[in-house]
């Protein structure tokens, strides 16, 4: 099974920084990587799909890059809506469709 | 509006059953490949099975070892899990999701999530 290890798990920040948010695939899934975005008691939302391909209605702040076994999601400048914890997923091989651990996005 | 309406969740003993179904709306339900994905509390989120349009291909997670079945009834526009033996580690909120017709197998949307509580 591919294994997906999102750094940093919890991340603080104020609004209007630039974050950074990394996941690091076990072995190469070209591009197959999707990001979602989860806030308390909610479902996850698809934000970014093959690596850097914004899912509608996303905020264009929002951006992805990678291929191979690194990936990052970047948000250019942080809005209070945008705290919440979000999560890789990869779409190379399967089953099991496997995620990333979650990072934390805090309000510093 | 795509919708997804998960029900059926609740307060089961170790070893019971539950049966989970998920309400799809607002778009061709039978065109789609469906998957159920839980998350325990405080934790993070794991895929637990998926079948294809027709229900010719199904897949699970190993964690399941055969307890969990995934079933459609596209006439129904209904996706079903059914869960027996349950432990209080199956103590999670479930989700179903569905995958695009892309061919690549993001979840996108996902329903709003059943809680499933597994205590005596």
């Known amino acids: 099974d591919i294994q997906l290890t999102q750094s940093p798990s919890f991340l603080s920040a104020s609004v209007g920084d630039r974050v950074t948010i990394t996941c690091r695939a076990s072995?190469?899934?070209?591009?197959?990587l999707a990001w979602y975005q989860q806030k308390p008691g909610k479902a996850p939302k698809l934000l970014i799909y093959t690596a850097s391909t914004l899912q509608s209605g996303v905020p264009s702040r929002f951006s992805g890059s990678g291929s191979g076994t690194e990936f990052t999601l970047t948000i250019s400048s942080l809005q209070p809506e945008d705290f919440a914890t979000y999560y890789c997923?990869?779409?190379?091989?399967?089953?099991?469709?496997?995620f990333g651990q979650g990072t934390k996005l805090e309000i510093k | 509006q795509v919708q997804l309406v998960e029900s059926g969740g609740g307060l089961v003993k170790p070893g019971g059953s539950l049966r989970l179904s998920c309400a799809a709306s607002g778009f061709t339900f039978s065109d789609y490949y469906m998957s159920w994905i839980r998350q325990a509390p405080g934790k993070g989120l794991e895929w637990l099975s998926y079948i294809s349009s027709s229900s010719s291909a199904i897949y699970y997670a190993d964690s399941l070892k055969g307890r969990f079945t995934i079933s459609r009834d596209n006439a129904k526009n209904s996706l079903y899990m059914q869960m027996n033996s349950l432990r209080a580690e199956d103590t999670a909120v479930y989700y179903c999701a569905r995958v695009p017709l892309t061919g690549f197998n993001w979840f996108d949307p996902w329903g709003q999530g059943t809680l499933v509580t597994v205590s005596s």
């Open positions: 072995q190469g899934i070209n591009n197959y």
């Open positions: 997923q990869q779409l190379n091989s399967y089953p099991p469709w496997t």
